[in-house]
């Protein structure tokens, strides 16, 4: 919360790298009130020494995530703020666990989140992520990247127990030109088991991309629209 009331202090483009001491994998930060960020953001969890990104193609993954946040059984992660949303905020290499909502990117546009965990064990430390409600949720915005092309880009999103992605306009603005690409959302790590979502992915607004993702073990639909 410091790093990012910093980053909220000091106008144009910041980035947050991590370097928190001690052995072992992951590093638990506890968030007991929402992360409010305010201006343009990277936040890289990748920097965190023992971290590991994706490199296996098809429906596998093998990133390790070492920067946990947790929440306290509810409320809210991350969340882009301003009167009319913050542009640009990068999550990168993050795992998410015990929110409401982990990811809350409302308004803005050209956000990404990348090479981030929601759900299934974090590498084989033996700890499994006890999931969310909701993982990530798109409320107004537009022209924004969950996944990518690459490996690295992946994200693993699965245990949540409404909904893995959200996309939804507000009061008719917004919801529109987002991608979803190459997640493996409701899909284990391995390929085989299940994580299961409710709903993988529910879209409420035009001109999405959903492709290249593996959808798979939800529990009610993969794709609502």
């Known amino acids: 919360s410091w790093a990012i009331a910093q980053s909220n202090a000091e106008a144009g483009f910041n980035r947050i790298a991590f370097n928190i001491p001690g052995n072992g994998c992951p590093k638990i930060i506890s968030v007991p009130s929402a992360l409010i960020v305010n201006e343009r953001l990277a936040i890289d969890g990748f920097s965190q020494p023992g971290a590991q990104i994706n490199t296996l193609e098809g429906n596998l993954w093998n990133g390790v995530p070492c920067v946990l946040l947790r929440g306290p059984n509810g409320g809210v992660g991350i969340e882009t703020g301003g009167d009319l949303g913050t542009d640009r905020l990068s999550i990168t ?10 990811v809350s990117l409302l308004f803005g546009q050209d956000h990404s989140i990348h090479g981030s965990q929601f759900g299934g064990e974090i590498g084989s430390t033996g700890l499994v992520l006890a999931g969310n409600d909701q993982a990530i949720a798109l409320v107004g915005g537009r022209d924004t990247l969950i996944g990518g092309s690459f490996p690295s880009h992946r994200n693993l999103i699965g245990s949540s127990s409404d909904v893995g992605v959200l996309i939804t306009q507000f009061i008719g603005l917004g919801g529109e030109g987002i991608t ?8 284990d790590k391995d390929g085989i088991g299940s994580l299961p979502n409710g709903d993988g992915i529910r879209i409420s607004g035009p001109g999405n991309t959903v492709v290249e993702n593996v959808i798979a073990g939800n529990t009610r639909d993969g794709i609502l629209i």
């Open 93 to 102: 290499g993050l795992a998410f666990e015990r929110f409401d909502l982990a």
């Open 180 to 187: 979803i690409r190459n997640n493996l959302i409701g899909s």
